[in-house]
């Protein structure tokens, strides 16, 4: 579970650079560079947040509870909300939209998770 999450941060950090520089250099249609600024920070915080995470599972692979729980939303999160914002910048279907509220509840989950984590551990 910790490599597929570092997977995930490190493909969500690589697609939030490349979402950034297509913003700034060749996204002509301000709607679209707006799409791919916002997946940019969201997916980065978020990729960063998820190595974060790993760091505190000290070596340890976490089986259940608040940590799985901010892994997985975290994960989802980055996929779900920056994937489907970076897919309508690019052209894709406007339903995709329904997508992104669904990744950003995923990171919010990640958030009270992680919150819950710090004040049960010991």
Request: aromatic content about 8%; charged content about 10%; overall charge positive.
């Amino acid at each position: 579970m910790i490599r597929l999450w570092l997977a995930i941060a490190g493909l969500g950090g690589l697609a939030s650079v490349a979402a950034g520089a297509l913003a700034v250099h060749l996204a002509e249609e301000p709607k679209a560079a707006e799409l791919l600024r916002t997946g940019a920070l969201y997916g980065m915080v978020h990729a960063t947040a998820l190595i974060a995470l790993i760091g505190l599972a000290q070596g340890r692979e976490p089986r259940r509870g608040a940590a799985v729980i901010a892994g997985w939303s975290f994960a989802f999160g980055i996929v779900l909300f920056s994937g489907s914002l970076f897919a309508l910048a690019a052209g894709a279907a406007r339903w995709l939209g329904w997508v992104t509220p669904v990744g950003g509840l995923a990171l919010i989950v990640g958030w009270a998770a992680l919150a819950t984590l710090a004040l049960r551990r010991r």
